[in-house]
């Protein structure tokens, strides 16, 4: 219960007590269990992943690996699918973390108010965190489902357009299909981070500015914007990477498919990885990923920043 | 927080916006509860209704009794649980150090923690495929559990640390004072302490583990040792169109544990991730 409470009752005091007397080898013998494999299973994987996307690695025994420089990336630049799947790759990622953005703030600054039944959505607003993505791909496809769907029969009852569509199979719907459902998914983690972000907020600021006669927009604007900033800014670069680097709910939901419309681009280096065993040509897709990461973060983070100075 | 100047309408409209986040956040969740209670006629009616006009518990008997469930279920109880004990053994240690030494290793792990975050797993899965192929750990249990426990130990060492760093020194330093060695300090003063962040821990890995579908569907193959997550995964690819109702029952039966320790979590799981957050 009293953690956080704790943790602002004995706050951490003095830098000059040195560790409270760990020497450096008892320090490195209680580091070790954890470090090890985490060099060993994670950094030194990740260094040689990111090697072998200049190579001409494949799957199976026996393999030689040659380096090859750039020609995996060469090849890239050609392939169409590769072109399409970072298309579908940055429209999904960029349309779930906005959507996600704002339906999670609206929730979060709802969440504040004294309402009825508020414990019934902060509760509900969790259960996706909980779930297995695979669970939440099957469930999904379910109230996708052409006949037996209750999308489409709510559409029906309500004499709405679109009630004959298969959702997840059309090549236009798809893509919005799992958009919507990669918004579901990802609720928790963006409404507690806002919410965690609306709680820091002094109640003072708000008060001061009601005495002064701000409007309830005007204030929103003025102090609950730029107080969220670095939370907002933590969140959404963070949605992103994830939804970018996102697989299971989309490989339960479709495959990738129709016709590859929404092959997000872990499906397509998974496919190419482990259906086609190009170990070369995918560890080259994952680099151009991060690549990819990198750059929309930057240019995200530098126009936000420069906003404010 | 925010108090209108025209109380009655906003209020109005706050609940009718709370209305709709309720009915989307909940209506797909109801929908697999009904269908998971349909028989197979029901669920091929061309109008479905979301209350069963004829409940039957025969998909939940079958999501038991047949396709193996079952035996994946207890793979993935036995995956989880052997993860879970398993990175808070090797966690707690490491996570005390990162807490009470302010030095460059804390830096360098907790700068690990979040720039791992942006690398895509494609990177780490194929060298990792091929160093377990080497070791004879793919198509095992063991080197599921391996990498899972290194893959939750970032997350959860910067949840332990924020705990240790919840406890006065000033205890250590009287324990020090009377002589105890730094050994009995962690187990016999620390870890109780601790108590409430380490079963945090142990739940989350557990969770973490039994969710997780990527790593199972790259390094397992033979079908005895899938696990849950998997297995579903396969049931949609398979049968999933034509038996609906057994698919719906045991997906929620798959969401079961995680949702139970979930429950009992979440509270301390976000005050540890803020206050851990906060104080960097």
């Known amino acids: 219960m009293s953690v956080a409470s704790g943790a602002r009752r004995f706050p951490f005091r003095s830098r000059g007590r040195a560790g409270a007397g760990i020497s450096g080898a008892e320090a490195a013998l209680l580091l070790i269990p954890a470090l090890l494999p985490i060099l ?13 996307g ?17 020609d995996n990336f060469r090849a890239l630049v050609h392939d169409q ?21 704002v339906l999670a703030l609206g929730l979060s600054l709802l969440l504040t108010q004294p309402l009825r039944l508020r414990w019934l959505a902060r509760a509900l607003a969790l259960v996706p965190w909980a779930m297995p993505s695979v669970v939440v791909g099957i469930m999904w496809k379910l109230v996708f489902q052409p006949q037996a769907g209750v999308l489409n029969e709510l559409l029906r009852r309500g004499h709405l357009p679109g009630s004959e569509i298969d959702w997840l199979a059309n090549f236009s719907w798809a893509l919005p299909a799992v958009i919507l459902v990669g918004v579901w998914a990802g ?55 994830w939804n970018f680097n996102s697989f299971g709910l ?52 530098w126009g936000r920043l420069k906003e404010t100075a | 927080m925010i108090v209108s100047s025209r109380p009655r309408v906003a209020r109005t409209g706050q609940y ?108 780490i899965i194929i060298p990792l495929f091929l160093l377990l192929r080497r070791l004879h750990l793919t198509d095992s249990h063991t080197g599921l559990v391996l990498v899972y426990m290194v893959w939750a130990l970032p997350f959860i060492l910067w949840m332990l640390q ?24 962690l187990v016999g003063i620390i870890a109780p302490l601790l108590a409430p962040g380490i079963v945090v821990t142990l739940l989350f890995a557990f969770v973490t583990a039994w969710n997780e579908f990527f790593f199972a569907l790259v390094l397992l193959q033979t079908p005895s040792l899938t696990t849950l997550p998997l297995k579903l995964a396969q049931f949609v690819g398979i049968e999933g169109v034509v038996r609906l109702g057994p698919l719906a029952a045991s997906a929620l039966v798959a969401t079961i544990p995680s949702l139970l320790l979930f429950t009992v979590i979440q509270r301390w799981l976000t005050r540890g991730l803020m206050s851990g957050a906060v104080k960097g």
Request: proline share 4%.
């Open chain 1, 40 to 52: 060993l299973l994670s950094v030194a994987p990740l260094v040689r992943g990111i090697y072998l």
């Open chain 1, 54 to 70: 200049f190579t001409d690695s494949r799957a199976g025994f026996g393999v030689h690996t040659h380096f090859i420089g750039l």
């Open chain 1, 81 to 101: 699918l590769f072109i399409d799947s970072f298309k579908i790759g940055l429209i999904w990622a960029g349309s779930v973390t906005a959507i996600q953005f």
């Open chain 1, 187 to 241: 609720m928790p983690q963006t409404t507690v981070a806002l919410l965690a972000g609306l709680q820091g907020i002094r109640d003072e600021l708000h008060e001061a500015a009601a005495v002064d006669g701000a409007t309830t927009f005007q204030r929103f604007r003025t102090i609950t914007l730029p107080q969220l900033r670095p939370v907002i800014l933590a969140i959404t670069s963070l949605d992103f990477i």
């Open chain 1, 250 to 301: 989309v490989y339960v939901l479709t495959e990738g498919g129709p016709a590859g419309k929404t092959q997000l681009p872990m499906l397509f280096a998974y496919n190419q990885g482990f259906k086609y065993g190009a170990f070369g040509y995918a560890s080259a897709l994952g680099d151009a990923m991060v690549v990819v990461i990198a750059v929309v973060l930057a240019f995200y983070l």
């Open chain 2, 16 to 123: 009718a916006l709370l209305a709709c986040y309720l009915i989307f956040l909940a209506f797909p969740l109801l929908w697999l509860l009904s269908v998971s209670f349909k028989g197979p006629r029901e669920l091929v009616a061309l109008h479905p209704s979301i209350i069963p006009s004829d409940a039957t518990l025969e998909n939940y008997r079958e999501a038991f009794t047949q396709n193996g469930i079952l035996h994946s279920a207890l793979n993935s109880l036995k995956v989880a649980t052997l993860t879970a004990l398993l990175t808070t053994l090797v966690g707690l240690p490491a996570a005390y150090v990162l807490a009470r030494r302010k030095g460059l290793v804390s830096r360098i792990g907790l700068g690990w923690i979040l720039l791992s975050q942006m690398f895509p797993l494609i990177l």
């Open chain 2, 162 to 185: 924020s705990y240790v760093r919840s406890i006065p020194r000033d205890i250590e330093e009287a324990a020090t004072a009377d002589g105890a060695t730094r050994l009995q300090i």
